[in-house]
């Protein structure tokens, strides 16, 4: 090994880096051993993985390019930052990809050896970035690293490695490259391959002599001048894990059904970005979890459905195009007045549209997208963490009103990860779920009886003496729930649907808000846009501003509060990933002009769009 | 063991307060009766009694009978049944859907219900027909066919729901006709009896839209010499005077006249456990085999799932909150 050279150890309050490379270069892994390994630090993070839709598209090519952002602080953080300080890239496709997103001045590594003509004819590159005298790169540091070579080199005497599997451990070439200049201990990435690839002593090995060698080459080479610290962050006391939104959803439900000593029947049809719900739930049969692979998105929602007529607590978990299929069936439910939790994790549309990329365009499709009149309660988490929280309001409400409930969350939530406080399963209270057995009217079970304060209906399930009846999707009689095409007896229960829907805002928290109680400018926003407003807003106030904060995590129905506080603030400006859908709704029901600001770009918003727009508005209004 | 109480149901106890409003002459009356007096028979208590049926005129069954119930949407109740079953085995779950209903709009559900060979019985009402939406051709309908939707004739040909309910690996195959009660009352019992998917046709009349579609077959002066009722084990013989056989030829099954050159001890025995004979007869129109054409036993999916939720009991212990929260890299900030 050759001589240790002294770089400079420098504090910083945070980092964003961001790997990048061929979908096949196992860039999500590399970011996510990073982020834990941050993350057991003691850093904040919040990350942002970003890949294509096709499995293995063309290596090399813009289209192929898999990403993998992080962002790691002191302190709280609530995006995964606008653009990266430290790019690697693996191959001329990523950094062209990637480049957009740079502020001069970032660091930018590249693993040289990928610089070829054909690689970089395959991105697109008129000229060779990495040529002297070309200019592309001039604004950034730059630090050429044949990493393909050092690597082959690190790991060529290992026995029982094939070509193949000697390239593919130079992504850990990279990441303990990163683990240097990061004061990372790259021991815990160790423990993670020696128990992933147990089976495999050589993969093992080469793993670990990759991530040595990087780190050995930040070490030895006088390229790396400075390396930098990040303290841990300031985190309320407790035990941490990592998590990202479709795992806290799954652990939400599990909870759910722990705490109602019931059985989990999660009916469900792979589809993008919501399928890891399933694949998280899956093997916890030990938990009573009855997950269901449907031959369809219509036959998930079914079996959800019956499920619940059996007395199971049934979820169905789906995306975009999965609503527009279940949008039936959803209406059954409704019609039938069953508990049922519906999970939309949004992604790109119309049609099949952005399979990997967020959007929030199912709004109005789960709030008006089915016929009829037709009202279904809807919640929207706006953090990773808070996924789990919601996962279980969702349960209660749906219990509450019998009635299902949508959950809304978006492919941005569903794969990015923050730190989250682990709950003591003992502090959630219990999920108390009642069946009837005995007769609620003079001699008989009325099914559709209503409680007086909730207006939901007994829930009284298939197997319990006396109390047999028939539900249908045609319109029935009040109380009885027969068959009815009397006119009043639509009208009522038409009503009575509704009612209860809106009668949750008896028990929704009230509208919080972030900022001065009146104001110049209200930015509103509901769901994965909280840590982007949020942050910009703040950033607003600090420069002296009268801006506040609104995120709206109840949109149907609305808290009680929300339209007096809309009313307090000169403008309100409403930023969604969407052509304007909450907008349009808070313009309807609350007769105000508001400013909608949209982004239909497959990404979220960045701190700084923000930004420009709230001091555009706000203009010569600093006080 | 306990005991078990003998039920005393009869079919009173299975008749609903509601009217029932198919058309006076309806093949479905018959059907419905006849499951009113077989319930008493399944010696399962009547809360455990659950129908389910989709949209059509024999969709509107569940209101009928006085057990669990749901009317839901067109082609889908195989799905509701599956999740119901799933969330308790114990109940006896019956689909009532249509040749519309079931092979149509619900056949991606029909066939993957019985792959999946969860034990439920679907009874399928096939009149050939529309009924409810007042007269268009079904996917049952026989190719020519005129109808409201199809004047010059229908050019599709025509799914043989024996045929789609085999070929979907079904393990419980049956045939059955409105107008003979007693034996749509045995296939039924036989029905629920098995365990796994159970799938039962029932030939039926609509007297409005296409009146006398099976009349060959149920005409009391043709039927006996158009219907094969099928006996596990027995020689196929049939015809008013059992004079007519079906033998096994090197192409396939054929009919023939018992007599000189034929004896009973020709025909093919029936065996209700060959997938093979099943396939042949499927493909058979006369005469027509009603009876069950399939019965064969394999694992179901409801007991197979509630197996593994014991075996991963067993394994892993029952699930803990705690351990599955912390079941990832976890950091403590004091
Ligand atoms: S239309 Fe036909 S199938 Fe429907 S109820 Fe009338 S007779 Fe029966």
New binding site residues.
């Given amino acids: 090994m050759k001589e240790e050279h002294h770089a400079v150890v420098k504090e910083v309050d945070s980092v964003v880096i961001r790997f990048a490379g061929d979908s096949g270069d196992g860039m999500q892994l590399t970011g996510t051993q990073f982020t834990n390994t941050a993350a057991i630090i003691g850093n904040d993070i919040s990350t942002f993985p970003d890949y294509p839709a096709e499995i293995r598209a063309p290596a090399g090519t813009i289209a192929g390019v898999s990403g993998f952002q992080v962002h790691l602080s002191d302190s709280d953080i609530w995006t995964p930052g606008d653009s990266p300080d430290v790019l690697i890239a693996m191959n001329p496709a990523a950094l062209k990809a990637s480049l957009p997103d740079m502020e001069p001045g970032a660091t930018i590594i590249v693993n040289s050896d990928a610089f070829t003509q054909a690689n970089l004819d395959k991105a697109g590159c008129e000229t060779n970035p990495l040529a002297a005298g070309d200019k592309t790169l001039r604004d950034y540091r730059v630090i050429q690293a044949p990493i393909s070579s050092l690597n082959r080199t690190a790991v060529q005497d290992i026995e029982g490695l094939s070509p193949k599997d000697r390239d593919r451990s130079r992504n850990f070439f990279a990441l303990g490259l990163v683990y240097w200049m990061y004061d990372r201990p790259i021991d815990n990435t160790v423990e993670w391959a020696k128990k992933k690839f147990a089976k495999y002593p050589a993969v093992v090995e080469a793993n670990i002599r990759a991530l040595q060698a990087g780190y050995n080459f930040g070490n030895t080479t006088e390229a790396f001048q400075t390396r930098y610290r990040i303290k841990r962050a300031k985190l309320p006391p407790g035990t941490y894990r990592k998590i990202n939104g479709n795992e806290a959803v799954a652990m939400g439900l599990v909870t759910v059904a722990k705490k109602a000593g019931k059985p989990l029947f999660y009916g469900s049809y792979p589809i993008t970005p919501a399928s890891d719900i399933l694949h998280a739930l899956s093997p916890l049969r030990n938990f009573d979890v009855l997950t269901f692979q449907a031959e369809d998105e219509i036959a998930a929602m079914g079996s959800t459905i019956g499920a619940a007529f059996g007395g199971a607590l049934a979820v169905t978990g789906t995306s975009g195009p999965g609503i527009a299929l279940k949008s039936e069936a959803m209406n059954l439910a409704l019609m039938l007045e069953l508990p049922i939790v519906i999970i939309d994790v949004q992604r790109g549309g119309p049609s099949t549209g952005l399979p990997t990329k967020v959007e929030q365009a199912d709004l109005l499709q789960v709030m008006y997208g089915r016929n009829g009149e037709s009202p279904m309660p809807v919640l929207a988490p706006s953090t990773p963490a808070e996924c789990f929280d919601f996962t279980l309001e969702a349960f209660r409400f749906a219990l509450r009103t019998m009635s299902p409930v949508i959950l809304l969350t978006d492919g941005y939530l569903a794969n990015s990860a923050e730190p989250w406080r682990i709950p003591d399963p003992e502090d959630i209270p219990p999920i108390i779920v009642e069946h009837p057995t005995e007769f609620n009217g003079d001699g008989r079970f009325l099914p559709y009886k209503r409680d007086p304060e909730t207006m939901g209906r007994p829930w009284a399930i298939a197997g319990t003496p006396k109390l047999e009846h028939r539900l249908g999707g045609l319109e029935k009689s009040p109380e009885f729930g027969n068959v009815s095409y009397v006119p009043d007896h639509h009208q009522q229960m038409v009503n009575e649907r509704a009612e209860k829907v809106a009668r949750l805002a008896d028990v929704i928290p009230e509208q919080t808000v972030f900022g001065p109680e009146e104001g110049d400018l209200l930015v509103v926003g509901w769901g994965s846009t909280y840590g982007a407003i949020h942050a910009a807003v703040r950033q607003a106030h600090n420069k002296g501003y009268s801006v506040a904060h609104a995120h709206i995590r109840y949109l149907n129905p609305f808290p009680r509060n929300l339209g007096d506080i809309l009313k307090r603030y000169d403008r309100i400006l409403v930023p969604e990933l969407n052509m304007g859908q909450l907008a349009f709704i808070l313009r309807g029901t609350y007769l105000l002009p508001v400013i909608p600001m949209d982004k239909v770009k497959g990404r979220p918003f960045k701190i700084s769009e923000l930004s420009e727009k709230i001091e555009e508005l706000l203009a010569g209004d600093a006080s | 063991m306990t005991p078990i109480e003998p039920l005393q149901l009869t079919r009173k106890d299975f008749v609903s307060d509601q009217t029932v409003r ?2 006076p ?4 009356y018959a059907i419905l009766s006849q499951i009113q007096k077989t319930m008493p028979q399944l010696g399962v208590p009547k809360e455990n009694i659950v129908f389910i049926s989709g949209i059509g ?2 969709s509107r069954f569940p209101y009928y009978m006085d057990t669990y119930g749901i009317h839901s949407i067109h082609g889908r109740a195989p799905t509701l049944a599956t999740g119901l079953k799933i969330a308790n085995p114990e109940l006896s779950v019956w689909v009532i859907t249509g040749d519309g209903d079931g092979l149509s709009i619900g056949g991606n559900h029909l066939v993957h219900a019985c792959r999946r060979n969860i034990d439920i019985n679907i009874i399928l009402f096939n ?1 050939r ?1 529309y ?2 939406t007042k007269g268009q051709y079904s996917p049952t309908s026989p190719q020519g066919f005129r109808s409201k939707t199809s004047p010059m004739g229908t050019l599709e040909q025509p799914l043989n729901p024996v045929s789609v309910a085999l070929a979907s690996e079904a393990t419980f195959i049956a045939r059955t006709i409105d107008v003979i009660p007693k034996h749509m009352g045995g296939i039924f019992l036989k029905a629920d009896q098995h365990k796994g998917i159970s799938f039962v046709e029932v030939m ?1 009349n ?5 009146p006398g579609t099976w009349h060959e077959y149920s005409d009391r002066k043709t039927r006996d010499d158009h219907d094969l009722y099928l006996e596990d084990g027995k020689p196929m013989i049939f015809g008013k005077n059992k004079d007519k056989g079906v033998i096994w030829r090197r192409n396939g099954l054929e009919v023939v006249t018992l007599g000189d050159q034929y004896t009973e001890n020709d025909l093919l025995v029936h065996d209700v456990s060959s997938i093979e004979i099943a396939w042949l007869l499927s493909r058979l129109q006369y005469p027509m085999p009603l009876g069950v054409i399939l019965d064969i036993t394999k694992p179901t999916y409801d007991l197979g799932l509630w197996h593994q939720v014991e075996v991963a009991k067993d394994q892993k212990g029952e699930g803990d909150l705690e351990t599955l929260f912390n079941n990832a890299d976890t950091w403590i900030v004091e």
Avoid: H, T
């Fill in positions: 198919w058309c002459g309806c093949g479905d005129c024999s009149n027909i009924g409810l039926q609509c007297v409005i839209f296409n």
